[in-house]
């Protein structure tokens, strides 16, 4: 592949990628007073195996002022700490776990090292290797079946074979040696840590920039050995191509859509490729299906209806000098994509499903030109995630979706430490869980419609409590819901004025009422402590498709402390109202630290023989 080509593909498919680094921590340098490992010894041999001796400091808890979003910003620094130690698979006892907690697993992946052995730090934490943490529950044994790995791709290998940052990040986090070690390198390293699908058997751990890494889904060691890289899912994936970390599930089928991206700076269009899978991970269809659009895509997340595949993007173009700095090692590859500043709308890509294309005549629609893509333009915003989309009784378009007044993905802070250091939450937008209505129709003619068609988008602001990692039910992914699961701020605002700054970490659990926003709930979490993606979970014989059972179910997902350096797992019953206020109603310590994370699943009936493992003592 050439320089352009392999450049071409990076740079644009993994703007949005997810983080966790592996590795050895040495020293780690805290001044706070907050826990931390200052002698950490970690090898994790190649055969899976993994050895840990550590010294934690315990001490008192430093002083810290809360933000007015009411989180303590030195615990918030302090929770990106490496993970110390994998564990194989290990039973756990769970005395509290509901009796209709609904046998299987709860796959996650994320960010869990930040440095390398020799300490160079990760300078972001979108550039660091995966770790997939599997948490099985049997629910009349009361147990859960606990275990956590880093993903071996080829890059982490590499590491801990030479003891270095062996290859650079997409985000800026430089390879070890110094300036000369970092000019033009593009061998941008494979991180595999934003979100896990398990599909015809296979555990598949997920990151747009690259191929995935297929683990097995009870040890989540390396399944498949003979393509370092990565998979190529049987040569759908060219050298250098991704897939995206983001897929949606068909509720009607039970078919599975995903996409990948490319960006030509030449020609100056990104192109999407459209897939769609069966229950085994086979395509649908074997014919290209996808669209160009202008100028430069930042593409992390999509949903479906029953009728539309759905991208939102603000307008974007390559910047050549700061491309030309990355080329030098001076820079961020993620930073090339400038987004226009004076722009006042996003556009919003309407592509038809697989099944109103006619076989052979899909291939590299031109929005603009071919009638099938529909271009809606929208009130500026950028979209990292969707909760959802369904097409209502008069066939308009339902988008639900987190969004932000302006783009930011960490990298115009001070370079010369991580982001996580260098951040002012007091500088970034908020985000609010926004429900968009609008008309197919709007975009028929195949270019972007007049102003008037922005003004006729209907945008519902449901919470402005800085609502992230919003999920729904896989019983109800394309169909029309009214509850979705977010994380939040520690506490409510007053809202900022338009264009207005200040976030909060995500320190809460929200029940979205998208129907109703009165109603929804949230649960807040100590301000040392911060949560991860809630997973609904139905119970046991629910079906969550029906409107009477759409919340009966319960959340999991995972509460880090960044003040003392644990991690617990924690359930809540969400059905019926007020449910989710009364807190967790299970919570599980970790049997190690795991640091934030970023996506995962629930893989209802999945369990493993739990004969010949390890129980915690």
Request: negative net charge; glycine residues 10%; contains cysteine.
């Amino acid at each position: 592949m050439s320089l352009a080509s392999k450049t071409t593909t990076s740079v644009a498919a993994t703007i949005a990628a997810a983080a966790a680094l592996a590795g050895q921590v040495d020293a780690w340098v805290n001044p706070s007073g907050y826990s931390s490992r200052t002698a950490v010894t970690r090898a994790v041999r190649l055969d899976g195996s993994a050895e840990a001796a550590i010294a934690r400091q315990e001490e008192p808890a430093a002083s810290s002022p809360l933000s007015r979003f009411g989180h303590d910003h030195e615990a918030w620094k302090n929770g990106y700490s490496t993970c110390p130690v994998e564990v194989s698979p290990t039973v756990l006892d769970l005395p509290d776990l509901p009796g209709d907690f609904p046998a299987g697993t709860y796959y996650r992946n994320g960010h869990a090292c930040f440095e390398s052995d020799d300490g160079v730090q990760c300078l972001h934490m979108f550039d660091g290797d995966g770790m997939v943490v599997g948490a099985t529950f049997y629910p009349e044994e009361k147990k859960v079946l606990f275990r956590n790995r880093f993903v071996r791709t080829d890059g982490f290998v590499s590491d801990k074979a030479d003891g270095v940052m062996s290859r650079p990040g997409i985000f800026g986090t430089k390879v070890s040696g110094g300036f000369w070690k970092n000019i033009f390198r593009l061998d941008f390293k494979n991180v595999a840590n934003t979100n896990v699908l398990h599909r015809g058997g296979k555990l598949y751990a997920l990151w747009e920039g690259g191929w995935p890494y297929i683990l097995d889904p009870l040890t989540l060691e390396n399944d498949e050995v003979a393509e370092p890289a990565g998979h190529s899912l049987g040569g759908l994936l060219a050298e250098g191509e991704g897939f995206a970390a983001h897929y949606r599930h068909d509720a009607r089928t039970g078919n599975l859509i995903s996409f990948g991206y490319q960006l030509d700076p030449i020609a100056g269009n990104t192109k999407i490729d459209l897939w769609e899978f069966d229950s085994n991970m086979q395509r649908i269809r074997k014919d290209d299906v996808s669209f160009l659009f202008p100028g430069a895509g930042v593409m992390h997340d999509f949903c479906i209806t029953e009728n539309w595949h759905i991208f939102v993007t603000p307008p974007a173009a390559v910047d050549q000098n700061k491309a030309l700095g990355a080329l030098f090692g001076q820079g961020a590859f993620a930073d090339v994509i400038g987004f226009d500043q004076e722009a006042t709308e996003s556009i919003i890509y309407l592509v038809p499903r697989s099944k109103h294309l006619d076989v052979g005549t899909a291939s590299e629609m031109k929005a603009g030109e071919d009638k099938r893509v529909r271009a809606i333009p929208v009130p500026y915003h950028f979209s990292f995630h969707f909760a959802n989309a369904f097409e209502d009784e008069s066939g308009n378009v339902v988008v639900d979706t987190v969004l932000t007044d302006e783009v930011d993905l960490g990298l115009e802070y001070d370079k010369s430490m991580p982001v996580w250091e260098a951040v002012d939450f007091d500088q970034l937008s908020p985000s609010r869980y926004v429900r968009m209505t609008f008309d197919p129709a709007a975009g028929e003619s195949g270019g972007v419609d007049p102003p008037a068609v922005v003004e006729s988008i209907a945008m519902q602001t449901v919470s402005i409590r800085e609502p992230e990692f919003p999920t729904v039910p896989v019983a109800l992914s394309g169909k029309r819901h009214r509850y979705a699961y977010t994380v939040g701020a520690h506490r409510d605002v007053d809202p900022p004025p338009p264009g207005g700054k200040g976030k909060g970490a995500a320190g809460s659990v929200l029940k979205v009422d998208a129907e109703d926003p009165a109603g929804t709930e949230a649960f807040a979490f100590l301000p040392h402590e911060f949560v991860g993606e809630p997973i609904f979970c139905p119970k046991a014989g629910a079906d969550a498709s029906q409107p009477e059972c759409e919340d009966r179910g319960y959340v999991v997902t995972f509460v880090t402390n960044g003040r003392d350096l644990t991690t617990d797992m924690v359930i809540f019953d969400v059905e019926g109202k007020g449910a989710l206020e009364k807190g967790p109603v299970a919570r599980l310590p970790m049997p190690t630290y795991i640091p934030p994370g970023l996506h995962g699943t629930f893989v209802d009936g999945l369990t493993f023989d739990m004969r010949g493992l390890a129980m915690e003592e």
